[in-house]
T-cell receptor, first 113, second 111 residues
Framework: DAGITQSPRHKVTETGTPVTLRCHQTENHRYMYWYRQDPGHGLRLIHYSYGVKDTDKGEVSDGYSVSRSKTEDFLLTLESATSSQTSVYFC????????????FGSGTRLTVV | AQRVTQPEKLLSVFKGAPVELKCNYSYSGSPELFWYVQYSRQRLQLLLRHISRESIKGFTADLNKGETSFHLKKPFAQEEDSAMYYCALSGHSGTGNQFYFGTGTSLTVIP
């Protein structure tokens, strides 16, 4: 197993509701990332974390917040979901001491209706 | 600014034909380049990293710093190669390393 899991795998929610996606890792990697994948845009970084309680914004952070209270968990919250946030969300982890790139989760397919 | 460009959104080749997926980058320092592959509705998987100079599933990629390119090549395409391919660049900032992805190339191998 890749050592990284995302939940839920699929979710349908209504416009205006808050949604939280969870990323859990068992690799003890310091860095964790949230990306969204959209046709024609590839992967775009939403937020990332470089340690417990240390997070920073990516290029498409508006409307999203994150939290990391433990090394193994990185939560992404859509504060008030909009249809433009319908996407596939991927979590990734990395260890900067290894030139191994990212390890990705299986993704969460979110539909906002 | 860091940027990764994959000029082809879609690429179709016949089985057994050579395939080349193009990737160009811009980066002010020494880049670390990767290729990721995503098979239908699956997670992205690391395919190649330039630093290891390896061949995976018959694919190779050479970093050309003069042309700022990291094209992915395979001499004989197979049907199972049909997937989405992303070129990525790893850059270091004050808070760690970030990856910059291209927009991806969807490869279809025609039987």
């Amino acid at each position: 197993d890749a050592g990284i899991t995302q939940s839920p795998r699929h979710k349908v929610t209504e416009t205006g509701t808050p949604v939280t996606l969870r990323c859990h890792q068992t690799e003890n990697h310091r860095y964790m990332y949230w990306y969204r994948q959209d046709p024609g845009h590839g992967l775009r970084l939403i937020h990332y974390s470089y340690g417990v309680k240390d997070t920073d914004k990516g290029e498409v952070s508006d409307g999203y917040s994150v939290s990391r209270s433990k090394t193994e968990d990185f939560l992404l919250t859509l504060e008030s979901a909009t249809s433009s946030q319908t996407s596939v969300y991927f979590c990734a982890i990395s260890d900067p001491l290894q030139y191994s790139g990212y390890t990705f989760g299986s993704g969460t397919r979110l539909t906002v209706v | 600014a860091q940027r990764v460009t994959q000029p082809e959104k879609l690429l179709s080749v016949f089985k057994g034909a050579p395939v080349e997926l193009k990737c160009n980058y811009s980066y002010s320092g020494s880049p670390e380049l990767f290729w990721y592959v995503q098979y239908s509705r699956q997670r992205l998987q690391l395919l190649l990293r330039h630093i290891s100079r390896e061949s995976i599933k018959g694919f190779t990629a050479d970093l050309n710093k003069g042309e700022t390119s990291f094209h992915l090549k395979k001499p004989f395409a197979q049907e199972e190669d049909s997937a989405m391919y992303y070129c990525a660049l790893s850059g270091h900032s004050g808070t760690g390393n970030q990856f910059y992805f291209g927009t991806g190339t969807s490869l279809t191998v025609i039987p």
